[in-house]
Nanobody, 115 residues
Framework: QVQLVESGGGLVQAGGSLRLSCAASGFFFSSYYMSWYRQAPGKQRELVAAITSGGNTNYADSVKGRFTISRDNAVNTVFLQMKSLKVEDTAVYYC?????????WGQGTQVTVSS
């Protein structure tokens, strides 16, 4: 059974940093593309960053240079390091895995950036 469990969210002041983690289980983690999405109140869920099984990454323009996605296949975890946080980064952050034809989502972790 595929499970994705996010952690690391919280309340931080603008300019601060947070590191999100997504612990995965139930599939061969190292073989799969992983991504982070976020959803702010009243807005659609949007892609923040993604990483391939080989470690190639891509980012939304709004977070380039501030966020870094990485993975540790030894512990089946994908990370999102967020720096220079802005109020507009406030959202629920979700981890996503596409395993075969099925998309799996974590439960989300709240990130709130105060001014």
């Amino acid at each position: 059974q595929v499970q994705l469990v996010e952690s690391g969210g919280g309340l931080v002041q603008a300019g601060g940093s947070l590191r999100l983690s997504c612990a995965a289980s139930g599939f061969f983690f190292s073989s799969y593309y992983m991504s982070w999405y976020r959803q702010a109140p009243g807005k659609q869920r949007e892609l923040v960053a993604a990483i391939t099984s080989g470690g190639n990454t891509n980012y939304a323009d709004s977070v380039k240079g501030r966020f870094t996605i990485s993975r540790d296949n030894a512990v089946n975890t994908v990370f999102l390091q967020m720096k220079s946080l802005k109020v507009e980064d406030t959202a629920v952050y979700y981890c996503k895995a596409e395993v075969g034809r099925t998309t799996y989502w974590g439960q989300g972790t709240q990130v709130t950036v105060s001014s």
